[in-house]
């Protein structure tokens, strides 16, 4: 099993920044990707940004230009800095991690995800 917590929700005010970070831990020798999903009410679920093992990264159109994703591999984390925050930023921000398996398969793991609010 792979255990994901992430960090660093809550309310910011418009233009401002958040860094939101997650820390797999557990059967996690093989990762493929990490990354931010987030879902705001009544909206699916949207990729926001992530990081595939060697370093590529995949943003949202969204997210370009005002979001950064990182990854510290010794300590298994992803670290999403959030800039020029604006009310359509306001979601539950969830961790995810896509864990390479035997004979080519892929699982991935969700954290338990948490609120960025976005509000004067």
């Known amino acids: 099993q792979v255990q994901l917590v992430e960090s660093g929700g809550g309310l910011v005010q418009p233009g401002g920044s958040l860094t939101l970070s997650c820390s797999a831990s557990?059967?996690?020798?093989?990762?493929?990707?990490m990354g931010w999903h987030r879902q705001a009410p009544g909206k699916q679920r949207e990729l926001v940004a992530d990081i595939i093992s060697g370093g590529i990264t995949n943003y949202a159109d969204s997210a370009k230009g005002r979001f950064t994703i990182s990854q510290d591999n010794a300590k298994n984390s992803v670290n999403l800095q959030m800039n020029s925050l604006n009310p359509e930023d306001t979601a539950v921000y969830y961790c995810?991690?896509?864990?390479?398996?035997?004979?080519?398969?892929?699982?991935?793991?969700w954290g338990q995800g948490t609120q960025v609010t976005v509000s004067s």
């Open positions: 995810k991690c896509v864990i390479r398996g035997a004979w080519y398969t892929e699982t991935a793991y």
């Open positions: 557990g059967r996690i020798s093989n990762i493929k990707s």
